[in-house]
């Protein structure tokens, strides 16, 4: 009974969606408050099947309820609870299912906190929702319905893919979820203000944290797969320009290009067409993401399986909606009012510049993902465009976005002075030659190009600082009354400098590990030991231990340092039967944000074991990074203040400096 | 009966969520406008000159900006008169009562089983019994066997019943497993073969072969090995030796062995001129055979050989035999043409592809 009510909430989930897709934008068009209604209860009713719908599925997984063919295939009985739980979203019905999931429950948010909306607005919004919705859920139930039966049910099932079976991804695809599709909300927003005609400041006090919800949970989710991929695949990688990758990439630039200019919209009324095409734009990168890893047009570790089928309906979805919103921007932009006036050089100006160079560096990635795949449909070829291609193209367009970055908030609202600016950020050039110079001078001979990056790096952190300490007269000031003010200080600004700065600790960490990573690859025999680094490891032997639903092969390695004993090292291989094939689990011995990586390859007929062993300098720093982007995203979020941007007067008055 | 119940109720369910806004008569102007926004704004500059986070110079600018802005938005604001079309309304009403449980129960009925029940895994391991298919009752030795991956017996239980249902590789895993903890024997050995001879589609392979002569080692009479091996000589193409080791098994075989018609029919296979005297119906149908028929025998065989390998392609050596048959019968554009079709299969894959080039330098077929 389980089984067939999650199904039929299903189908009235659809059924809802298909309502409340229509109902509402005709009493828009009418001016009829109580169909305009309609979209709010219908959003939370569907919110409710589609959430009902999720929690039969999740317990028919836990159940073991193997006449289930999507549980018989992707659980086994001998799984621990916590990955039967995940495995509900590690399949390709499943994990669809989490997305309309999710989308039901954005929409719920608007439909229940959207209030001080216009309420036309809400009702456009709302039917677009119950447009994209409905194409998911119909998605869902012709080609990939979770809940088909098996009549006579096996005893046992097929097993989770092991190398899905991690705590990794229990967090993972939800987070990157909550971030694609959290982008339907301005996505939507974006249509409604298009089918509206008009956008006005209501519209952008909304969009702008939703976007930033989004946006969090969006670089989140990245960087957890992105840790995921290093500790699980047993290759110490962490980012290898995979189709898979760059599909979240992409959304994740439109998206911080979009969050800049919502904000500039908020606060100055400006960037009207910028926010909304962007919007247009994230949402369809989202899309064209879920058609790049759900069609099997890649093959991947995402891509659970791969039937025409379902790529050619999320094709179908994709062009509808891309095709339709973009011609919706090119009939309708136009009779978007203007907004303000700005000069070029002025923070408004440097957040077209961001824009500029964000949505370029989106549309590298996206030739280089894209092209491919276009030239083996056209001609057959195969060719691959790897981190080449990426380093070339990519880099060159984030350095001189880095550069400016910590310009942009030390301009004016309206009308700045870029000698001003680049007068505070003496102490962050300073900061930033030192290192270099102190980084040439140690590393002599070796790397040209790492000492510059790390001083852009430390250039961004600096500027960040600096921002912070120009805004609370730090050194001009008493200490106390400085301390106060940055206490009174907006946490937008805050999380402004926290993010900035997130971006700088990052790149130290990928220039860092990419640099001076030292490595020993070979075989083992019990009591050898291997020197990588300064430390050295010594096998101490290896033995065979039984899992839950596997068998495992665990080495152990003492690390000593300076004859010094550290750690103990337990890298391992699990055998998983019902799958027959076997997962390597690397073992991390982490030294500040340095780590020692080590992992086990196979064993040869002399009984020694391939190990490799990694020394990566600083890897930490790549994913404290994003840690600290979405902390600043959560700071500035938690702010509940309006945004003003007040403008730099014309006859500029010499008192104060602006603030904000 | 239950399952209907809760369909019936989940559909009021969804039915109500749409009635509901259509039936109240919302007159306040609810949601927010334009001018609103604007005066908050207003409050929050005081609120931030208040705070000193901006000065006085660029509060007063900002709320010029807004005060603006707030004048056009109360001019554009034509507000809407909240008007109601009750014909809409109705529609949407009937929509809702007829329309949605109609197409949800259509929907769901072409899709969904609702004669099934729950199969809860728990409440099924608790009604097993002697009647349940095999397929469970292997589930349950494997799931045994998983927590207790040394019981040797229980290896030496399934590898058979394994082999029986087709899954050969389980099979083979299974057999190696009975050989490292139930201890090594000719029999399991020539087991072991037999499960990896089959696994490749009946070749004997040079894996399989290894094993067969581990059971040989062990026990040189063993009739699984010998016939084996004698296979695994015919399929090399080397017929004398096939009859050698066959004869050799029938000479030491019990009168009564039931696997003496079998060997006998293989040895007529090999077309053995000196086949045992005592033979029985299959083998005097073969001996009456001309040389047509008996070439009919072996034609019948190369092509079976070839349309495998049309299906799978994997099999370098069943290829390379194919093409040495081809040779041996004097039919070379056909070997050629099996060479091409065997590259094109193995494409993909460039260990095979070298194993498939260095045979092919021994079958002097050039190129």
């Known amino acids: 009974m389980i089984a067939e009510a999650g199904h039929y909430a299903l189908v009235l989930a659809l059924a809802l969606a298909l309502i409340q897709s229509t109902v509402p934008m005709l009493g828009a068009r009418w001016g009829d408050q109580a169909l305009m209604n309609v979209a709010r209860s219908t959003a939370l009713a569907q919110l409710l099947f589609a959430g009902a719908s999720f929690t039969a599925l999740t317990m028919l997984h836990v159940t073991s309820d193997f006449s289930v063919v999507n549980v018989f295939e992707n659980s086994h009985s001998m799984k621990p609870l916590l990955y039967k739980i995940t495995g509900v979203w590690g399949n390709h019905e499943g994990s669809m299912l989490l997305w309309v999931l999710i989308?039901?429950?954005?929409?719920?948010?608007?439909?229940?906190?959207?209030?001080?909306?216009?309420?036309?607005?809400?009702?456009?919004?709302?039917?677009?929702?119950?447009?994209?919705?409905?194409?998911?859920?119909?998605?869902?139930?012709?080609?990939?319905?979770?809940?088909?039966?098996?009549?006579?049910?096996?005893?046992?099932?097929?097993?989770?893919?092991?190398?899905?079976?991690?705590?990794?991804?229990?967090?993972?695809?939800?987070?990157?979820?909550?971030?694609?599709?959290?982008?339907?909300?301005?996505?939507?927003?974006?249509?409604?203000?298009?089918?509206?005609?008009?956008?006005?400041?209501?519209?952008?006090?909304?969009?702008?944290?939703?976007?930033?919800?989004?946006?969090?949970?969006?670089?989140?989710?990245?960087?957890?797969?992105?840790?995921?991929?290093?500790?699980?695949?047993?290759?110490?990688?962490?980012?290898?320009?995979?189709?898979?990758?760059?599909?979240?990439?992409?959304?994740?630039?439109?998206?911080?290009?979009?969050?800049?200019?919502?904000?500039?919209?908020?606060?100055?009324?400006?960037?009207?067409?910028?926010?909304?095409?962007?919007?247009?734009?994230?949402?369809?990168?989202?899309?064209?993401?879920?058609?790049?890893?759900?069609?099997?047009?890649?093959?991947?570790?995402?891509?659970?399986?791969?039937?025409?089928?379902?790529?050619?309906?999320?094709?179908?979805?994709?062009?509808?909606?891309?095709?339709?919103?973009?011609?919706?921007?090119?009939?309708?932009?136009?009779?978007?009012?203007?907004?303000?006036?700005?000069?070029?050089?002025?923070?408004?100006?440097?957040?077209?510049?961001?824009?500029?160079?964000?949505?370029?560096?989106?549309?590298?990635?996206?030739?280089?993902?894209?092209?491919?795949?276009?030239?083996?449909?056209?001609?057959?070829?195969?060719?691959?465009?790897?981190?080449?291609?990426?380093?070339?193209?990519?880099?060159?367009?984030?350095?001189?976005?880095?550069?400016?970055?910590?310009?942009?908030?030390?301009?004016?609202?309206?009308?700045?002075?870029?000698?001003?600016?680049?007068?505070?950020?003496?102490?962050?050039?300073?900061?930033?030659?030192?290192v270099i110079a102190v980084l040439w001078a140690w590393t002599f001979g070796g790397a040209t190009f790492a000492p510059l990056a790390i001083g852009l790096a430390v250039f961004v952190v600096a500027g960040a600082v600096s921002d912070l300490a120009e805004r609370v007269g730090l050194f001009r000031i008493p200490l106390t009354i400085a301390v106060a003010r940055a206490r009174g200080l907006p946490r937008a600004t805050w999380g402004t400098a926290f993010a900035h700065a997130g971006i700088g600790i990052a790149l130290i960490g990928i220039v860092c590990e990419t640099t001076w990573n030292t490595e020993y690859i070979g075989s083992m025999k019990p009591d050898h030991v291997a020197k990588v680094a300064g430390y050295q490891l010594k096998l101490d032997g290896v033995t065979q231990r039984q899992g839950p639903n596997f068998r495992e092969m665990i080495a152990q390695f003492t690390v000593s340092r300076d004859g010094e004993t550290l750690e103990v090292m337990t890298p391992s291989k699990r055998d998983f039967t019902t799958r027959g094939s076997s997962t390597t689990e690397a073992a991390l011995l982490t030294r500040g944000a340095s780590q020692l990586y080590v992992s086990l390859g196979e064993t040869n007929a002399e009984g020694a074991i391939a190990v490799r062993i990694y020394h990566k300098p600083l890897v930490l720093l790549i994913w404290w990074g994003p840690v600290l982007m979405a902390f600043g995203g959560l700071l500035s979020l938690s702010d509940r203040r309006l945004r003003v941007g007040a403008p730099k007067p014309a006859k500029a008055a010499r008192a104060l400096q602006p603030a904000e | 009966m239950t399952l209907w119940f809760v369909f019936a109720l989940m559909t009021v369910a969804a039915i109500f969520a749409v009635l509901w806004p259509l039936s109240r008569n919302s007159s306040a102007q609810a949601g927010g406008s334009e001018a609103a926004v604007y005066k908050d704004q207003l409050a929050e500059i005081d609120r931030d000159v208040a705070a000193g986070l901006i000065g006085v110079s660029e509060a007063e600018a900002a709320r010029v900006e807004i005060s603006r802005r707030l004048l056009a938005a109360a001019d554009s604001q034509h507000n809407l008169p909240a008007r109601s079309s009750l014909g809409l309304r109705r529609a949407s009403a009937i929509v809702a009562l007829v329309g949605l449980p109609i197409a949800a129960v259509t929907f769901y009925l072409s899709l969904g089983s609702p004669q099934l029940g729950d199969f809860p895994l728990v409440?099924?391991?608790?009604?097993?019994?002697?009647?349940?298919?095999?397929?469970?009752?292997?589930?349950?030795?494997?799931?045994?066997?998983?927590?207790?991956?040394?019981?040797?017996?229980?290896?030496?239980?399934?590898?058979?019943?394994?082999?029986?249902?087709?899954?050969?590789?389980?099979?083979?895993?299974?057999?190696?497993?009975?050989?490292?903890?139930?201890?090594?024997?000719?029999?399991?050995?020539?087991?072991?073969?037999?499960?990896?001879?089959?696994?490749?589609?009946?070749?004997?392979?040079?894996?399989?072969?290894?094993?067969?002569?581990?059971?040989?080692?062990?026990?040189?009479?063993?009739?699984?090995?010998?016939y084996f091996l004698g296979l695994a000589a015919e399929q090399d193409g080397r017929r004398a030796d096939a009859a050698a080791i066959w004869r050799g098994l029938l000479a030491k075989a019990p009168a009564d062995a039931p696997w003496r018609p079998l060997i006998e029919a293989a040895l007529a296979r090999v077309g053995d001129p000196a086949a045992p005297a005592l033979s029985n119906d299959a083998m005097a149908a073969a001996k009456d055979m001309n040389e047509a028929d008996r070439g009919a025998m072996i034609r019948g065989m190369v092509d079976r050989l070839a349309t495998r390998l049309k299906q799978n392609g994997d099999d370098v050596e069943g290829w390379l035999r194919l093409m040495r048959a081809y040779m041996v019968m004097g039919e070379r554009d056909k070997a050629a043409s099996a060479l091409t079709e065997a590259r094109q299969a193995v494409a993909n894959d460039t260990e095979r592809l070298r194993q498939l080039n260095e045979g092919v330098k021994n079958l002097g077929l050039g190129g």
């Open chain 2, 123 to 226: 409440s099924r391991t608790r009604t097993a019994d002697a009647n349940q298919p095999i397929d469970n009752m292997v589930a349950q030795v494997e799931a045994h066997l998983e927590k207790n991956p040394t019981d040797g017996r229980g290896w030496t239980v399934l590898a058979p019943v394994l082999a029986r249902l087709g899954r050969y590789d389980d099979a083979v895993r299974a057999y190696r497993n009975a050989i490292n903890y139930a201890g090594d024997s000719a029999d399991h050995r020539s087991d072991l073969g037999e499960a990896l001879a089959a696994a490749a589609g009946g070749v004997v392979t040079a894996e399989a072969k290894a094993e067969f002569e581990r059971a040989v080692a062990q026990n040189a009479d063993g009739p699984k090995a010998n």
């Open chain 1, 103 to 434: 989308l039901a429950l954005f929409g719920g948010l608007v439909a229940a906190f959207g209030n001080n909306l216009p309420l036309s607005l809400r009702a456009h919004v709302l039917a677009v929702q119950g447009w994209i919705a409905a194409a998911f859920y119909l998605f869902i139930l012709v080609t990939s319905n979770p809940f088909l039966r098996i009549a006579s049910p096996p005893i046992e099932g097929r097993d989770l893919n092991p190398v899905l079976q991690d705590i990794g991804l229990a967090v993972h695809p939800p987070m990157l979820y909550l971030g694609y599709v959290g982008f339907s909300i301005s996505f939507s927003f974006a249509v409604a203000a298009l089918i509206e005609g008009r956008i006005d400041a209501a519209w952008a006090r909304w969009v702008r944290p939703w976007t930033l919800v989004a946006w969090i949970f969006l670089t989140l989710g990245i960087a957890m797969g992105s840790y995921w991929a290093y500790y699980e695949l047993g290759w110490g990688g962490w980012w290898f320009w995979d189709p898979v990758e760059n599909a979240s990439l992409m959304p994740w630039l439109a998206g911080t290009a979009l969050l800049h200019s919502a904000v500039v919209m908020e606060k100055r009324n400006a960037l009207k067409v910028w926010t909304i095409l962007l919007s247009i734009l994230t949402f369809s990168l989202s899309l064209l993401g879920t058609f790049l890893v759900r069609s099997g047009v890649l093959t991947s570790v995402h891509a659970f399986a791969t039937d025409p089928a379902r790529g050619v309906f999320i094709l179908l979805i994709l062009c509808l909606f891309i095709g339709g919103s973009l011609l919706l921007y090119a009939w309708r932009a136009s009779t978007l009012k203007q907004g303000g006036l700005f000069a070029p050089i002025s923070r408004e100006g440097a957040l077209v510049l961001n824009n500029l160079f964000l949505t370029t560096a989106c549309a590298t990635v996206f030739i280089g993902t894209l092209y491919p795949l276009a030239l083996e449909v056209v001609t057959g070829d195969k060719i691959s465009v790897g981190a080449p291609f990426f380093n070339l193209t990519f880099g060159p367009l984030f350095v001189p976005l880095l550069a400016a970055m910590p310009f942009g908030p030390m301009l004016a609202w309206k009308r700045g002075d870029l000698l001003g600016a680049a007068q505070r950020l003496t102490a962050a050039g300073i900061a930033a030659l030192i």
